[in-house]
């Protein structure tokens, strides 16, 4: 079992950044990606991001390539998403996400293990 907690959401103004941040614990040795996925309010669940744990690829949706980052620490079994440019539409809870191996298409279905999700609001 992996267990997931994020953290870093809140209120930010449009324009703005915020890094959300993802720890890990359990059979982390087991991974082989986390993800990053994002459901607003109405909607479905989508895909946002993913990094490998070892080879230190990422993976990004269109359409926040460009102002979403991924990043890593091993040693702390954490995967942050460093969001810049923040818009309204990106308001939604996040979620991060873990695979034990690498999965056809990023998709819910595709993930083995999830957090409870982080809020992130943007303003206008």
């Known amino acids: 079992q992996v267990q997931l907690v994020e953290s870093g959401g809140g209120l930010v103004q449009a324009g703005g950044s915020l890094r959300l941040s993802c720890a890990a614990s359990?059979?982390?040795?087991?991974?082989?990606?986390m993800g990053w996925f994002r459901q607003a309010p109405g909607k479905e669940r989508e895909f946002v991001g993913a990094?490998?744990?070892?080879?230190?690829?990422?993976w990004y949706a269109d359409s926040v390539k460009g102002r979403f980052t991924l990043s890593r620490d091993i040693a702390k079994n954490t995967v942050f998403l460093q969001i810049n440019n923040l818009k309204p539409e990106d308001t939604a809870v996040y979620f991060c996400?873990?695979?034990?191996?690498?999965?056809?298409?990023?998709?819910?279905?595709?993930?083995?293990?999830w957090g409870k999700g982080t809020l992130v609001t943007v303003s206008s």
């Open positions: 359990g059979r982390t040795f087991s991974i082989y990606a």
């Open positions: 990094i490998s744990w070892s080879a230190y690829r990422t």
């Open positions: 996400s873990a695979s034990m191996n690498l999965p056809r298409t990023w998709s819910e279905d595709g993930m083995g293990f």
